[in-house]
Structure formats: C-alpha cells, structure tokens
T-cell receptor, first 113, second 114 residues
Framework: AQSVSQHNHHVILSEAASLELGCNYS??????LFWYVQYPGQHLQLLLK??????LVKGIKGFEAEFIKSKFSFNLRKPSVQWSDTAEYFC???????????FGKGTRLHILP | DGGITQSPKYLFRKEGQNVTLSCEQN?????MYWYRQDPGQGLRLIYY???????QKGDIAEGYSVSREKKESFPLTVTSAQKNPTAFYLC?????????????FGQGTRLTVV
C-alpha cells in the first residue's frame, strides 16, 4: 500500500544543533516529494519540493532535503536550528498513477532556547 | 488575492446532524483535496477531485460526501454516519498530473461535535 513514514514523532533540540528528520515512502511509480511546515496557529506552508534532477534540494529558511531513490527516502536537514523552527513538519508524496498527494504523520519539533 | 478560502473557521454540530464545510479557490487549479488532521495522525486524505464532476475516495472516506459542480468549489459534508467527526479539516488545491505541482492549503475548519 502507498504510504509515507516519518520516523520521529517528537524531536527536542537545543538552538544551534543540527537537525535531520527522516521520511520514507512506499510507492513504485514516479513521485514528487515535499516537506511542509506548520507553525503554531498557522496554516501549512511549503518548505521545499523535489520533482526531478538534482536530488539535493534547498528550501526556505536554510532547510534542505536529499532524495535517495534507492532508499525511498527524502530526509530533511538543517545545519543549525533556531528557536523559531519550533513547528510540526510533514513529509508528503505525490504519486503519478493515482495523481494524489498523501502525507506522513508529522514530526513535532521543539527547539530549546 | 489568490488563494483557498475555507469557511467557517469554527463549527459546532450536534450529534446526528449533517454539516457542510465550504472550500473555494481562485487559483484556477483543477485538483482539490480534503484532509483531516488529528494529533499524532498527520493529514489523512478524505476525498479528492482532479476535475469537475468527478472525485475519488481517499483513505478515510466513510461518513463523508463531496461534490464538485464547479472548478472553484469543493464542499465537504460530514454526515451523521461519521463516528468521530470532531477534527481539524483542511482543504487544498493543486495542478494535477503535471508532476510540477504542490498543494496549497486553506486555513482549515475546526469541527466540534457537541
């Protein structure tokens, strides 16, 4: 079955620490991959996206993600987090055959000042 | 301003009543989606539509119904058959089928059954 798995449900880090959030998907066809962020009380915003080409994509606010096709993974990274990165992060997958977008369960990130 | 408008922001319903959540977009997107967001569950797909007068069930369609009579509008009805309707509902739209797309979201409707 098609699915998106986010490994960490809740992550707590101190400011300036490095971040990596895991995302794996299960689908055999062509995909587009996304990371969305939801800050407290705000609507979902796109952080970055992968469609094709360079598997390392850069997004807003210093975030980047790497698509590794052989591992069906699309992990999100940031070298040095800030208190303002406290939010919930969602990995999402668009599947070409079904032409729909599904989401993972989210990772709640809490940055300690 | 282009975007997706969901209304109302907060909605209260008595048990046994149907309720309809509105979603309108002026982005000229063909595809529209309804998701339900619960703590720890992420966003689960209820229904989606790639074109007017056509829609498909998502992963949790039971107890919900939709219509797509106009490109701009994709209302969701939460019926009395939905066993646990209290949740945050998100509507989204995108350009379908091109591969170069992302979902744009509305602000959501929080439904509470009392």
């Amino acid at each position: 079955a098609q699915s998106v798995s986010q490994h960490n449900h809740h992550v707590i880090l101190s400011e300036a620490a490095s971040l990596e959030l895991g995302c794996n998907y299960s689908y055999g066809g062509t995909v587009n991959l996304f990371w969305y962020v939801q800050y407290p009380g705000q609507h979902l915003q796109l952080l970055l996206k992968y469609f094709s080409g360079d598997p390392l994509v850069k997004g807003i606010k210093g975030f980047e993600a790497e698509f590794i096709k052989s591992k069906f993974s699309f992990n999100l990274r940031k070298p040095s987090v800030q208190w303002s990165d406290t939010a919930e992060y969602f990995c999402a997958l668009w599947m070409n055959r079904d032409d729909k977008i599904i989401f993972g369960k989210g990772t709640r990130l809490h940055i300690l000042p | 301003d282009g975007g997706i408008t969901q209304s109302p922001k907060y909605l209260f319903r008595k048990e046994g009543q149907n309720v309809t959540l509105s979603c309108e977009q002026n982005l000229n997107h063909d595809a529209m989606y309804w998701y339900r967001q619960d703590p720890g569950q992420g966003l689960r797909l209820i229904y989606y539509s790639q074109i007017v007068n056509d829609f498909q069930k998502g992963d949790i369609a039971e107890g919900y119904s939709v219509s797509r009579e106009k490109k701009e509008s994709f209302p969701l009805t939460v019926t009395s058959a939905q066993k646990n309707p209290t949740a945050f509902y998100l509507c989204a739209s995108s350009r379908p089928g091109q591969g170069n797309t992302e979902a744009f979201f509305g602000q959501g409707t929080r439904l509470t059954v009392v």
